[in-house]
């Protein structure tokens, strides 16, 4: 008999979970204790919106939502609020180039449809986090990577292996700063080198910006200006830790960017994604500002804690929840002894294609981070 899957289909119902996370099972199934430094689910750490704020916000926001009226690109509301977040930042968002999704990843996919031919090619960067492969294969386009470079302890783009990268399929760009998981924050004059190459090759900028309230310092995060056409990512997931409540955004900028509003919006309409109620609850959330500060704060105190805990170099980062240390053993081969002897479950950098490194999140408690890493 014919399969009913996909190859795709296929590939995903037919994978084995990878070797770590076998052992981990293992070793949990036998009673030992693990300690989890990649789990990257804030909730299971402490660090939650303050629970009487949320309901505050939703039971003021539930009576908006008994007429159902929708909007294709989202409650106008709630895209006025993300216009306004951007203006305390300096950037100037007409809430008409704000279009709502349900979260960051599927805002992806919207973009790669809106913006790709099958088979044209996105630029993604290379380490960088796992999430494109599947994206990319869901929409039936091509990543293509362009490099990172290990320069004075932190890791920069290289812009001309990135130019060298443009074929003349390539249609978009992907820039994730602060980056997951090198940390690496995008400069000006870096912006200002990718703009030339967008210019000239015709390329959307899809800027992924979830962790821009997760800065090392307090510096503002520098943000793409004037590209021809240009979407900043971003939502409430990991700025406000309310990952359930799938409320993310695509915000477009540049001379092209009404039109792609316009295609972006008969795909929103296909689908009607973002709840009402998570819509009618983004004013409220957005204005919460000493909620990204608490969370900032605690990520940086977490970052802290594990460097000093751990005997091995860190990448120098300048954002995010992620740290990367140098081993110079094989990664593989560490990462599963630190969990089989060690008890510590951290991933081989090559899970993002960092060679020569392992990889974890500074999202556990400080005493578990502490613990884990002297284990380590
Ligand atoms: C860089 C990056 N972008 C996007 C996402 C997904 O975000 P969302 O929860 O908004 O889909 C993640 C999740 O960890 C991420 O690390």
Redo the contacts with the bound molecule.
């Keep these: 008999m014919r399969d009913f899957l996909s190859s795709l289909g296929r590939d995903w119902a037919d994978a084995e979970p990878n070797p770590l996370t076998a052992l981990k099972r293992r070793l949990e199934a036998q009673g030992h204790d693990v300690i989890d430094l990649v789990g990257?689910n804030p909730h299971e750490h402490g660090l939650v919106f303050p629970a009487d704020r949320l309901a505050e916000i939703a039971a003021l926001a539930l009576p908006q939502t008994a007429v159902y009226r929708p909007h294709p690109l989202g409650q106008a509301a709630a895209r006025e609020a993300v216009s306004a977040w951007y203006f305390r930042r300096g950037v100037a968002i007409s809430p008409e180039c704000v279009m709502l999704t349900p979260?960051?990843?599927l805002a992806y996919w919207y973009l790669f449809r809106v913006l790709l031919e099958a088979g044209d090619e996105v630029l993604v960067p290379h380490p960088g986090?796992p999430?494109f492969g599947d994206i990319c294969a869901l929409a039936g386009v091509r990543g293509r990577f362009y490099h990172l470079r290990a320069v004075d302890g932190g890791w920069r783009p290289d812009f001309e292996d990135l130019a060298f990268q443009v074929t003349r399929r390539t249609r978009a760009v992907v820039v994730?700063s602060p980056h997951?998981p090198l940390g690496t924050v995008f400069r000006e004059d870096e912006w200002d080198a990718l703009r030339e190459i967008c210019e000239q090759g015709s390329l959307a900028l899809i800027h992924?910006e979830?962790f821009s309230e997760f800065l090392v310092d307090d510096r503002v995060l520098p943000r793409p200006r004037e590209f021809p056409l240009s979407f900043s990512l971003n939502?409430a997931?990991?700025m406000l830790s309310l990952?359930g409540l799938k409320l993310?955004w695509i915000a477009a900028s540049g001379a092209h960017a009404q039109r792609a509003m316009r295609a972006l919006e008969h795909v929103s309409d296909t689908f009607l994604p973002v709840g009402e109620l998570a819509q009618a609850m983004a004013p409220a959330l957005l204005a919460e500002a000493s909620v990204p500060s608490m969370l900032a704060e605690a990520y940086r105190a977490r970052r802290r804690v594990a460097s000093k805990a751990l005997r091995f170099p860190v990448v120098e980062a300048e954002g995010g929840v992620y740290l990367c240390a140098q081993v110079s053993q094989d990664e593989d081969a560490f990462c599963e002894e630190a969990l089989q002897t060690r008890g510590v479950l951290v991933h081989p950098g090559h899970f993002y294609d960092l060679a020569g490194h392992f990889v974890f999140t500074c999202v556990a408690a400080p005493p578990t981070l502490t613990k884990g890493c002297a284990r380590l």
């Design positions: 990257a979260g960051t990843s986090y999430l994730v997951n992924d979830v939502g997931s990991k990952p993310g």
